[in-house]
């Protein structure tokens, strides 16, 4: 089970390689700057809610922030430069990421069934 500070992590992890600043991640949330970055030092409080718009935003699922595996192969990596990105290009980033995600796990379905 993940404690409240690597989930802040991994929170922090994925928003920085899904190319978002602090900022701008809490702007998008619509909560204060501080209260993302108490979240991501693990020493705000994080409702379900929160979760899953920090997850859609970022690109990934839940399951792929909150799975307590140690593996790295979990992670769908991107490279771009954020820096030239419009929000519209962020987004298609963001969805790309969610579909290779969501293909990585019905591929271990898949093998779990056969």
């Known amino acids: 089970m993940l404690t409240h500070v690597e989930l802040g992590?991994?929170?922090?992890?994925?928003?920085?390689?899904?190319?978002?600043?602090?900022?701008?991640?809490?702007?998008?949330?619509?909560?204060?700057?501080?209260?993302?970055?108490?979240?991501?030092?693990?020493?705000?409080?994080?409702?379900?809610?929160?979760?899953?718009?920090?997850?859609?935003?970022?690109?990934?699922?839940?399951?792929?922030?909150?799975?307590?595996?140690e593996s790295d192969d979990t992670e769908i990596k991107l490279a771009f430069r954020s820096e030239e990105l419009s929000e519209e290009d962020q987004e298609v980033i963001n969805w790309s990421r969610k579909v290779l995600i969501n293909i990585k796990q019905i591929r271990e379905i898949c093998e779990a069934i056969n």
């Open 9 to 69: 992590e991994r929170l922090r992890d994925a928003r920085k390689s899904s190319g978002i600043t602090q900022q701008d991640a809490a702007d998008k949330l619509e909560i204060s700057r501080q209260k993302l970055s108490n979240v991501e030092k693990g020493q705000g409080p994080l409702d379900t809610l929160l979760l899953a718009n920090m997850a859609n935003l970022y690109g990934y699922s839940i399951d792929s922030l909150i799975n307590s595996s």
